[in-house]
Structures are given as structure tokens and as C-alpha cells.
């Protein structure tokens, strides 16, 4: 379930160039969600609240077609869902109302999410140190979103890319004390002007063939 308070972390969007195997891709990170929802028509894909079992530790989690794997935790690096009711999040975030991925143990983990243009999530802080989101195209970076290392409260990570965003990986610091997680993952596409149909447009083309040539005999005459 989404909330309604949001905290922008310092601009609500930044854009970035890479030169990488990414095509010189053209890259919107977000950090303000209200920014990503302007920019971007969404599908929320995972909000974690129907996923079974929870409060259990997983070596891997699959859930709605996106999958999770830990590179860190105790006692193995494992990922799980949290269910509503923690109080071991973040001083900002209070008692959770929702159901998380996070971690026994310190939170990193990757999400590989096959391909979108846009991926957002809200994301949980404990203020232990800093906390970043990580996109990819394959094995190329496309954008890092770096959270202060004071902040314990709830804010969002988003991306819009004009190449395929192909997975993402939240890595935050000493998990193990206070937990750090993520929550309402959304994909989506960029907000565009209606694009004419190819019939529409071949229409437009002969219309301006035939006004041309009527010109054109115009001229003649003249002459």
C-alpha cells in the first residue's frame, strides 16, 4: 500500500548521460516520487503484501516474475518479506504499515527485473550510514542514487532510461542492527504525446503530394 508523504532527497530529478555499452544512454534518476508519477504511465508490480510466507529468510525470492538475490545476511546471505507491525526500521519510519523486502542480517541485494524503461520503489532508511540504489542495463551502470548516511526515515528511488533497465540492487549499512528494505516496486514507461497511427500518416503524406502538384500546375499555367 503507497503513502501519501514523500521526501525529496535534494533535486526531485537529475539527468545524466552515460557512454558505455549502453549506447550513450539518456538517463532520469528520481529521488522525488511525485516527479517519476509526472514523468511516467505506471504498473505497480509487487507491493509484497500477497506474497507467502513471510517473516521467513530465503536464499532467493521470486515474486511476480522479479527476482530477488541476497549478497549479504545472517546466517547465509538471504532476502524475505516483513510483515506489517516492525519497529526495527528507521526512527522516521516508525512502526511499518506495509509488507517490506529487506534482510536478516545486512540488507544488499540485487532485483533482476528483465526489461523496462522506467522502475521506481520506496525505500526504507535507518540512518546508520549511506544506503544506495544501483541500475543496470546488463552489466553496465546507468545511474546510482545515493541516500544521506543520517537519513532514517521513508523516500523513493525511480529511474526512466531510454534503454532497458534490467535490474537494480539496494545496498545500505549495518542492516544487521536496524533493518533497510524496499516496498512497491513499479514499472513503467515515459509519458509521451499521442503518436499518429501509420494509416493517419499516410493520409497526411498524399495530402501533401496532391497540394503539392496542385501547386506545381498552378505555376505552370502562369508562366
Not at 521526501?7 to 522525488?32: G, P
Not at 518479506?81 to 522516521?92: D, E, I, L, Q, R
Not at 523486502?101 to 520503489?121: K, N, P, R, Y
Not at 546510482?144 to 534503454?163: C, H, K, M, T, Y
Amino acid at each position: 500500500m503507497r503513502t501519501v508523504a514523500r521526501y525529496a532527497l535534494y533535486a526531485a530529478s537529475i539527468v545524466i548521460a552515460t557512454h558505455s555499452a549502453a549506447n550513450a544512454a539518456t538517463i532520469t534518476l528520481f529521488t522525488d516520487e511525485t516527479a517519476f508519477d509526472a514523468a511516467v504511465v505506471e504498473i505497480l508490480i509487487d507491493d509484497f503484501e500477497s506474497f507467502v510466507p513471510k517473516d521467513v529468510s530465503l536464499p532467493v525470492l521470486v515474486s511476480n516474475g522479479i527476482t530477488y538475490t541476497p549478497f549479504a545476511g545472517a546466517p547465509f546471505p538471504n532476502v524475505g518479506v516483513a510483515s506489517p507491525g516492525y519497529t526495527n526500521f528507521g526512527a522516521g519510519v516508525g512502526t511499518t504499515t506495509t509488507s517490506i523486502l529487506t534482510t536478516s542480517g545486512d540488507e544488499d541485494f540485487l532485483a533482476s527485473i528483465g526489461a523496462t524503461f522506467a522502475v521506481g520503489f520506496d525505500v526504507y532508511l535507518n540512518g546508520f550510514g549511506p544506503a544506495s540504489a544501483t541500475f543496470f542495463n546488463g552489466a553496465d551502470v546507468l545511474g546510482v542514487i545515493n541516500f544521506p548516511s543520517d537519513a532514517d526515515d521513508q523516500r523513493f528511488a525511480g529511474i526512466l532510461s531510454d534503454v532497458p533497465v534490467t535490474s537494480f540492487r539496494w545496498t545500505s549499512t549495518l542492516g544487521a542492527e536496524l533493518n533497510t528494505g524496499i516496498d512497491n516496486v513499479t514499472f513503467g514507461r515515459p509519458e509521451t504525446t499521442e503518436v499518429p497511427e501509420p494509416a493517419t500518416l499516410m493520409l497526411l503524406g498524399s495530402g501533401l503530394a496532391a497540394a503539392a502538384r496542385r501547386r506545381y500546375r498552378g505555376q505552370s499555367v502562369r508562366s
